[in-house]
């Protein structure tokens, strides 16, 4: 016979709603963590947005508010009496993805983050969130990414690591336009190892920037910046930054295997330069730059030489390297220009970030004619021509 139904006992509580109730967070704790996370996961390398259904992007709350300490001794990183103490305190608690909520409290007292861990994750993305709200003088970057295989090496440019490089680097006051432009190996039609690479890749380098790059920025009535991305053959990068030029406001970004991030370390060496120009040139010279390594010189003109002290490929780490850089080449290129030299052949052995600034300094007015040489063992082939 089935029971009556005045007879069923039906639970008030599970489980489950008994400790809801326990944990339960007051409103303004709720909002106190919202504000500090942005709306975001704190678990490191999520932060995935939780104000939003994933599916339909309408707005919901699909987050969940994480114990670090849990509000029981029995949970996760439980402790008695701290428990019960900070089971409302907002700095004990994470705002979490469901995910990433999984994460911190799968096994129980058997999960392998610890307190101190997730407390490192809380701070770091809080104190991250920060630097954005108090960011002042702050100022959108147009990406552009470009990507070309480098002999065997091939790169591939993610740009949501561009977007936290740019906000890292400048100390969020570079924010990334919400567009961005990139330049790769699928935008040509023919391959590095064709005969006639060179001329058709430089056709095809300034076809983009005049379809893509300048209408970008002429569309910013004169306010465009740029962050420059570059990882191709040093010809590539220096035609790339001849055509944007030295008057429109750019950050060329380099270190890729580091994540494009700068190095900002304390101990990290300065670079220094070396060179000696003539008072007299012939019109046309040879130059030499020796930056990420040793350059053979080539013997059928003059040659003058630009080289770091101690070149490497790592040598250009911060961006006050770079700017020092501008700098010594700068005065460099200016000694050129005034012993006489108007026709530049350039054999470059240099980081991503120089090669960029190299063309966007070498200006056409400046001199008559400028060539870029690569290097293909065991010798130099003519590559493109700047102006």
């Not at 994933?54 to 670090?68: S, V, W």
């Not at 004990?92 to 129980?108: E, K, S, V």
């Not at 790169?155 to 961005?180: C, R, W």
């Not at 003109?301 to 080449?329: D, M, Q, T, W, Y």
Request: charged share 25%; glycine share 6%; hydrophobic share 40%.
């Amino acid at each position: 016979m089935p029971q009556d139904k005045a007879t069923l006992k039906i639970p008030a509580q599970t489980k489950e709603t008994r400790s809801q109730d326990r944990a339960r967070i007051p409103v303004d704790v709720r909002r106190d963590l919202w504000v500090a996370a942005a709306g975001r996961c704190e678990f490191r390398g999520c932060c995935k947005p939780v104000g939003r259904d994933f599916l339909t992007k309408e707005r919901a709350f699909t987050g969940e508010h994480a114990h670090i300490i849990a509000d029981s001794p029995g949970g996760a990183r439980g402790e008695k009496g701290e428990s019960e103490r900070l089971a409302k305190d907002v700095s004990n608690l994470m705002l979490a993805c469901f995910d990433c909520h999984g994460r911190i409290d799968r096994h129980g007292r058997n999960n392998k983050f610890t307190t101190p861990q997730l407390q490192a994750m809380k701070r770091e993305h809080e104190a991250r969130i920060e630097r954005i709200y108090s960011a002042t003088g702050v100022m959108e970057s147009l990406p552009l990414l470009v990507t070309f295989p480098i002999g065997q090496h091939v790169t591939n440019i993610d740009v949501d690591q561009i977007h936290f490089a740019m906000l890292e680097n400048s100390n969020y006051k570079l924010f990334p336009q919400g567009s961005h432009i990139h330049i790769n190996r699928s935008d040509f039609d023919f391959q590095d190892n064709d005969p006639d690479f060179w001329p058709r890749a430089e056709k095809a380098l300034t076809t983009h920037y005049d379809r893509l790059i300048q209408p970008a920025l002429v569309d910013r009535n004169g306010n465009a910046h740029l962050t420059i991305a570059g990882f191709a053959p040093i010809p590539m990068l220096m035609k790339i930054g001849a055509l944007i030029g030295d008057k429109t406001r750019a950050n060329v970004m380099d270190l890729p295997n580091d994540g494009w991030l700068w190095d900002k370390r304390d101990t990290c060496p300065e670079p220094s330069y070396i060179y000696d120009v003539p008072k007299v040139l012939p019109r046309e010279v040879s130059v030499v730059v020796s930056i990420s390594g040793k350059v053979a010189f080539p013997v059928d003109r003059e040659v003058v030489e630009f080289r770091a002290e101690l070149p490497n490929r790592g040598i250009i780490r911060k961006e006050e390297h770079l700017l020092s850089f501008r700098r010594e080449f700068d005065g460099f290129l200016q000694r050129l220009t005034g012993a006489g030299a108007r026709i530049v052949h350039i054999y470059p052995a240099t980081p991503l970030s120089a090669s960029i600034e190299i063309g966007r300094m070498l200006l056409p007015k400046t001199f008559e004619e400028i060539h870029v040489w690569e290097w293909q063992a065991p010798e130099w082939k003519r590559a493109l021509q700047l102006k």
